[in-house]
């Protein structure tokens, strides 16, 4: 039921660029027996940097920032061959480095060009301990839609994004002023901003045995709803640190 293709870093640039080709050709195998079929491709940067040196040692001239000159060709014949058909489907997840966390980097453009679904892992949420540290700013989904999630999921998740928005743009006042400064307003969001913050983060079951916390699944439903409870102000009488590494909001009163 699975089949791995290795590209070691200690193998030539011909064979790691290779390796991804592979990779979605035993995927498209799968798809023609009429199967499902998730292909993981950590990471595709690699993939591309190895067609970079491929350029490099047939000659041609290098393109921007001393990528191949035949980058988003490359990486959009790789992406295309992602699809659908009558016999079956390819689902992929790819993880992409971001040098300097630069999202202009010609890589990750091209790459998410091609993505529906682009989840960033923020350094500052994993430097505040927040596990798993998905950035909700950056975070975006074509999922996203009233008419696919629901209108309750789709406001929850805006009014999200829209106090986390805020609670950003006051760090500037905050750092200066001191909170005292701030309205009545916009210390109701810094409130709720940092137990938003802190109820993102969830146990995992894999983590155990490092961090000593059973894992957690919170149903969809029950995540939408917890996150609607602290929007609403209703808990905001429990501390900040309550919220950390729960699972259901209703853990809090445990």
Do not use: W
């Not at 993505?115 to 505040?128: F, I, K, P, W």
């Not at 309550?242 to 009163?253: N, W």
């Amino acid at each position: 039921r699975t089949s791995l293709v290795f590209g070691c870093m200690s193998e030539s640039a011909g064979a790691r660029f290779r390796a991804g080709l592979a990779a979605l050709t035993v995927a498209e195998y799968f798809q023609e027996d009429s199967k499902d079929v998730l292909l993981y491709v950590d990471n595709i940067a690699r993939f591309a940097l190895a067609g970079s040196e491929v350029s490099s040692l047939m000659g041609r001239l290098p393109g921007q920032i001393g990528y191949s000159p035949t980058l988003d060709i490359d990486i959009g014949e790789f992406q295309e061959r992602i699809a659908m058909t009558s016999e079956g489907s390819i689902t992929s997840i790819q993880t992409a480095y971001l040098p300097a966390d630069d999202y202009t980097d010609p890589i990750v453009v091209a790459t998410l060009n091609h993505a529906d679904v682009v989840v960033e892992l923020s350094r500052s949420l994993c430097e505040m301990g927040i596990f798993p540290s998905v950035d909700p700013l950056k975070t975006s989904s074509v999922l996203m839609d009233p008419a696919v999630v629901g209108e309750k999921h789709f406001n929850v998740a805006r009014k999200v994004q829209q106090i986390i928005q805020r609670y950003h743009e006051l760090q500037d006042i905050l750092a200066v002023l001191g909170r005292d400064e701030l309205s009545e307003e916009d210390q109701v969001v810094l409130t709720r901003a940092r137990r938003i913050y802190q109820f993102m983060s969830q146990p995992f079951s894999a983590a155990t045995e490092l961090t000593g916390i059973p894992g957690k699944l919170v149903p969809l439903e029950k995540t939408v709803r917890g996150f609607d409870e602290i929007l609403q102000g209703n808990c905001d009488d429990f501390p900040e640190q309550a919220f950390y590494m729960i699972g259901d909001i209703e853990d809090l009163s445990a």
